[in-house]
């Protein structure tokens, strides 16, 4: 099936990205199209108008810049999976990015586009929220800064405003002792998240854990972050008794629901596993020998 026709935009600058959508009733904005494409193939979506930004070169980066990692709205999935930097620095990315589809899905979909699509299943978000990270969101008003935890309402809903798009999503550059990690269930190469854990754990000089963060994907309505868990952890010397232990408070939090692929009760476990994998691998990043557990 074709999809439907529509108005066609091809914005060069973000300037006047913003300016069209602020003028045209009810844009759709197309980055890589790795949801609407599908969406416009079925005619699950009708948009009268597309404002295709993949013409704006200023939104095309992914580097470090004052004390952030930052991913323009055109850095791609494969973009992460193929940096130097992402694979020397940034374990969860690294974990996260080979996982994200297909390889072809991978060469167009981008890191925001999938942020902006808020849907619960997809994995940047939980990394996000691991990292603390934030959005960046440009509209008539100019541009403001939205933490991670604040950006996430519902499924395919978020806090953005009706003439807003995000044009960085970013996390603050790792420091030392620091480590993370990204563990994802999914049933076949391709397919969304079952479940999926992102860690991140910064440790003091005297080896305990000063930040804990940890964010869950496809066992809620929207990416979760685990903070019942997060809080047990920090103050606390990294060990597999403690990760268990945050483990089940990971699961405590979630709130999956049955589907074909698993009851809610498998999906739970599936978080307490993958929470404590997570943990291990970042704690081993941060510098701690590894004590693997394997429930």
Known sequence: MKAAPF?????????QAVSLIESLDEPTILAGGQSLVPM???????????????????????????????????????DVEDSELITERYG??????????DPQIRNRGTIVGSIAQADPKGDWGS???????????????????????????????????????????RVPTPVEREGSAYHKLKRKTGDYAMAGVAARLILDED??????????????ITNARAADAEDHLEGERPSADLFEAAGELAAEQSNPESDEHGDASYKERMVEVLTQRALGDAAERAGVTKRRVTP
Do not use: Q, W
């Not at 969860?92 to 589809?101: E, Q, T």
């Open 40 to 78: 416009l193939r079925f005619r699950l979506a009708r948009p009268d108008t597309v404002v295709d930004i993949n013409g704006i070169d200023e939104l095309d980066y992914l580097h470090e810049a004052d004390g952030y990692l930052k991913m323009g709205a055109l850095a791609r999935h494969a």
């Open 92 to 101: 969860s990315f690294a974990d996260a990015a080979p996982l994200v589809a």
């Open 127 to 169: 990394i996000l929220i691991a990292h603390d990270g934030e959005v960046v969101a440009a509209g008539p008003d100019g541009e403001r800064t939205v933490p991670i935890d604040e950006l996430f309402l519902l499924p395919y809903d978020t806090s953005l405003g009706e003439n807003e798009l995000i044009t960085e999503a």
């Open 207 to 220: 080896g305990r854990i000063e930040t804990a963060g940890i964010g869950m994907t496809a066992v809620d």
């Open 7 to 15: 108005e066609h935009h091809e914005p060069t600058s973000l300037s």
